[in-house]
């Protein structure tokens, strides 16, 4: 009879020391991959929502240095639709190795009326900004 009380309480133990087995996490890990590429970095015109990849395309941009070093970006946006459109634009000033100089402008609203275009101008702040990345989404 004690056999048995002592195995059943060595049993008992065991589970208890099961059950209460530590749940801790042994990070770190890596980031997890983007299912999108990162055109961020590597375009000059991004769009950043599904809608405005189909109304809005970019058919031109025209860079300008000013004489103090910064640099004036013009950027033609278009309105593909047979539809008034409204968007926000903002530009991201970046150093030659596309780091961002955090001379980010704030997003600016753009109306564009049925198949029009219009033209969005940027001034980076300093004379750090050699590269840069435009971004649409759509109005809120």
């Not at 109304?55 to 240095?65: K, L, N």
């Not at 903002?90 to 109306?111: H, R, W």
Request: charged share 25%; glycine share 4%; proline share 4%.
């Amino acid at each position: 009879m004690k056999t048995k009380l002592i195995l059943l309480a060595s049993i008992t133990v065991a589970l208890i020391a099961v059950g209460c087995k530590s749940t801790y996490d042994k990070g770190p890990y890596l980031p997890g991959q983007s299912k999108t590429p990162d055109y961020e970095n590597n375009e000059r015109f991004v769009l950043l929502d599904p809608g405005v990849q189909y109304t809005i395309t970019c058919s031109g941009i025209h860079e300008r240095a000013l004489e103090d070093g910064r640099i004036e970006i013009t950027a033609q946006i278009r309105n593909r639709e047979n539809r008034r459109v409204e968007v926000q634009a903002n530009c991201v000033f970046k150093d030659a190795a596309g780091i961002s100089t955090n001379d980010e402008t704030p997003f600016q609203t753009v109306i564009l009326t049925e198949n029009a275009t219009e033209q969005v101008k940027f001034v980076s702040a300093n004379n750090l900004a050699k590269k840069y990345t435009i971004r649409v989404r759509q109005a809120r």
